[in-house]
């Protein structure tokens, strides 16, 4: 459909963004702003206006980058740099506390019981942990859950060296011997496959201290991914990594591997063939239309409208 250099101007003048023009006209976004550009006319700044910037910081707090993007009329991608460089995904926090098995030998009751023992005996828990045949950091994790001001005495009387921050995952802590640098073991495997191969950077991950999957907008999700948005081979620097959960991210890596992803008429038939699996026991069901438009942006990301 053709449309009139007034009709484009007029449009952009009330949505005051190419992509919300294109959008109301039935164009690409890449289309107005080139139109728009040929005639001449001044575009409003591309830049991040301050007050997208203050809007952004306050979103990125609840939001996914998707739910930004649409907000704020932006793509995935830059939104995606612009948390990234702003230092909005730096946020330390989802510390991920050892594993504790609910029954057993480290239930309330048990923990109870092997503190009195402990106190009684005067002995260190590790040696009572081998005593009784139990792994002391789940010993020590059921502790912390049931009874953590008992923890933080000990921890403090047998204390080889004053308290300290995890370099890892920032936490204060009193290291229990002088080769101990990490909180708790867990925090120094994690350390050394986040050194390995994000860089030291995994805790940076866009929506993983907020444990929110950046695809599917679940909360509270158990194993998040770190994922290289841009491939880790395009990634050197470990600069640009969101939070996926595990079906999100397999599904993620699957399709871009896929040669028809540049296809806008197989991803249609593929959200079809998706909502026909899903309702297909419905009998009211007949079935979904939709319409994929794909755009490859020219620009930088970050600076397009």
């Not at 109301?24 to 890449?30: N, T, V």
């Amino acid at each position: 459909m053709a449309f009139t250099n007034e009709e484009i101007i007029a449009a952009y003048q009330q949505y005051g963004s190419v992509w919300k023009a294109g959008k109301h006209l039935g164009l690409a976004g890449q289309t107005v702003h080139e139109k728009l550009k040929a005639i001449g006319y001044k575009l409003a700044s591309s830049k991040w206006t301050d007050s997208e910037i203050e809007e952004l910081e306050n979103l990125a707090q609840e939001m996914t980058i998707a739910e930004i993007a649409h907000r704020l009329g932006r793509p995935y991608n830059g939104v995606a740099l612009k948390i990234s460089r702003l230092g909005l995904g730096n946020r330390y926090g989802n510390k991920q506390k050892v594993k504790v098995p609910r029954t057993g030998e480290y239930t309330k009751d048990k923990i109870k019981e092997y503190l009195h023992e402990i106190d009684t005996a005067s002995v260190k828990v590790t040696a009572f942990a081998k005593q009784k045949g139990l792994k002391t950091e789940t010993l020590v994790g059921a502790i912390q859950r049931f009874n953590q001001p008992w923890w933080d005495a000990y921890a403090e009387a047998h204390a080889v060296k004053p308290k300290t921050n995890c370099p890892y995952c920032k936490t204060e802590f009193y290291p229990l011997s002088h080769k101990q640098e990490y909180c708790t073991r867990k925090c120094a495997n994690e350390a050394r496959t986040d050194n390995g191969y994000f860089g030291g950077r995994r805790r940076e991950t866009i929506g993983l201290a907020e444990r929110i999957c950046q695809l599917c907008g679940r909360e509270n999700v158990k194993g998040l991914s770190s994922h290289h948005m841009i491939g880790k081979e395009n990634d050197p620097n470990n600069d640009y990594l969101i939070a996926l959960c595990p079906g999100c991210h397999q599904i993620v890596t699957i399709l871009a591997g896929r040669n028809f992803s540049g296809t806008p008429e197989i991803w249609e038939a593929l959200i079809q063939l998706v909502l026909i699996r899903k309702h297909g026991a419905n009998k009211d069901y007949k079935g979904v239309y939709c319409a994929v438009d794909i755009e490859m942006l020219t620009e930088d990301p970050e600076a397009s409208e």
